[in-house]
Nanobody
Framework: VQLQASGGGLEQAGGSLRLSCVAS????????MGWYRQAPGKQRELVAS???????NYADSVKGRFTISRDNAKNTVYLQMNSLKLEDTAVYYCFAGVMGPQSWGKGTQVTVSS
């Protein structure tokens, strides 16, 4: 499975960004898709995930601000990030797998400025 992410960038605190990730290749077995992030000096952490059936899971730090969605027909997962905070600054990695991450996309930088 190949994953192509897009949509990162620089945004002010309180603003919004939307990330997209398109899967290609052997996608028939994919159940989970979602996003992890890694800030400088910190471990990679799960941000949000969504199953093919639409069940979602969010990190406590983003609940109520971020929304993950998935278009199975387009093999695409989205992450709508609202009310961005400085601590959301990180490299965001898209993932896909049968159960949890098995394939990773290249990271996309999200920088939130004050």
């Amino acid at each position: 499975v190949q994953l192509q992410a897009s949509g990162g960038g620089l945004e002010q605190a309180g603003g919004s960004l939307r990330l997209s990730c398109v899967a290609s290749g052997s996608i028939f077995a994919i159940n989970d898709m979602g996003w992890y992030r890694q800030a400088p000096g910190k471990q990679r952490e799960l941000v949000a995930s969504v199953t093919v059936g639409g069940s979602t899971n969010y990190a406590d730090s983003v609940k109520g601000r971020f929304t993950i969605s998935r278009d199975n027909a387009k093999n695409t997962v989205y992450l709508q990030m609202n009310s961005l905070k400085l601590e959301d600054t990180a490299v965001y990695y898209c993932f896909a797998g049968v159960m949890g991450p098995q394939s990773w996309g290249k990271g996309t930088q999200v920088t939130v400025s004050s």
